[in-house]
């Protein structure tokens, strides 16, 4: 970015009115942008805990488990094989289990 050295400064009391000047233009401009937000439209994308939700349909696609991946005997969450810690009798674990 070129630098015009040959215009004059600012002194920080230019500075300090410049910037209060701005201040209280953005403070006049808050009062009109103000926006009705409706509490009942907020409510009803919250779920409460313990909700009926059985006519309800998963909109998320759900792929089988990788070759690159395990599912740990204690947790029983998927993983990928970086986080396994242990192998005990056939029973895999991942690092956070064990």
Request: proline share 4%; net charge negative.
């Amino acid at each position: 970015m070129a630098t015009d050295y040959d215009s004059p400064r600012k002194t920080d009391e230019d500075i300090n009115e410049d910037s209060l000047q701005e201040l209280q233009a953005r403070r006049v401009d808050k009062g009109t942008g103000t926006i009705d937000i409706d509490p009942d439209e907020v409510a009803e994308g919250m779920e409460l805990p313990g909700a009926d939700l059985s006519g309800e349909e998963l909109a998320v696609r759900v792929l089988p488990r990788q070759a690159d991946e395990f599912t740990c005997s204690r947790c029983f969450l998927v993983h990928h094989r970086s986080q396994l810690a242990e192998q005990r009798a056939g029973q895999l674990v991942c690092k956070e289990c064990a």
